[in-house]
T-cell receptor, first 113, second 109 residues
């Protein structure tokens, strides 16, 4: 069974440019999460989806970040415009339901120059 | 105060040693607890859940102390392959996972 798929794996952009990350969760997993992980830190939740509904986006910086999961399957996280401080690893995770184990994708490593 | 606190380490131990990590959490309403393992430049993976009665999985033992609000992970007979970062994770009653910063373990020959 395929795990959580993320693309791209690496992205280098200049500040003020837009960037988008894509995530395809494990088949059948209704809950999808986007996390941000800085070097030497644990993952921090940005947004959680239950099917197509964003049920927790309190930590998402809405001035520049947006996310969507239109059909309740794959999801896209966008940053526009990117800032130097956005350099981090963006992890996507999924679970059958919110109380189940979360499975993480390999992440997208973003570098903003 | 951080919601979940861990000693970042690194803990450098020889093969065969026993090593223990502790983690404290600030919210007494926390419902469930986990240890995740993260290898360098890889994604976190669930190592084990932590139950009130404690639980053991091979060389790994996890304990929960609700009164003192800490959880622990004990690794016996350390292997080189145990070298990784161990993330303490707390699930608040809002179903939101809070990750600690992780404790880095390096097992040497």
């Amino acid at each position: 069974e395929a795990g959580v798929v993320q693309s791209p794996r690496y992205k280098i952009i200049e500040k003020k440019q837009p960037v988008a990350f894509w995530c395809n969760p494990i088949s059948g997993h209704n809950t999808l999460y986007w996390y941000l992980q800085n070097l030497g830190q644990g993952p921090e939740l940005l947004i959680r989806y239950e099917n197509e509904e964003a049920v927790d986006d309190s930590q998402l910086p809405k001035d520049r970040f947006s996310a969507e999961r239109l059909k309740g399957v794959d999801s896209t996280l966008k940053i526009q415009p990117a800032e130097l401080g956005d350099s981090a690893v963006y992890l996507c995770a999924s679970s059958l339901a919110r109380e189940n184990e979360q499975f993480f994708g390999p992440g997208t490593r973003l570098t903003v120059l | 105060r951080k919601e979940v606190e861990q000693d970042p380490g690194p803990f450098n131990v020889p093969e065969g040693a026993t090593v223990a990590f502790n983690c404290t959490y600030s919210n007494s309403a926390s419902q469930s607890f986990f240890w995740y393992r993260q290898d360098c430049r890889k994604e976190p993976k669930l190592l084990m859940s932590v139950y009130s009665s404690g639980n053991e999985d091979g060389r790994f033992t996890a304990q929960l102390n609700r009164a003192s609000q800490y959880i622990s992970l004990l690794i016996r007979d350390s292997k080189l392959s145990d070298s990784a970062t161990y993330l303490c994770v707390v699930n608040l009653n809002t179903d939101k996972l809070i990750f600690g910063t992780g404790t880095r373990l390096q097992v040497f020959p």
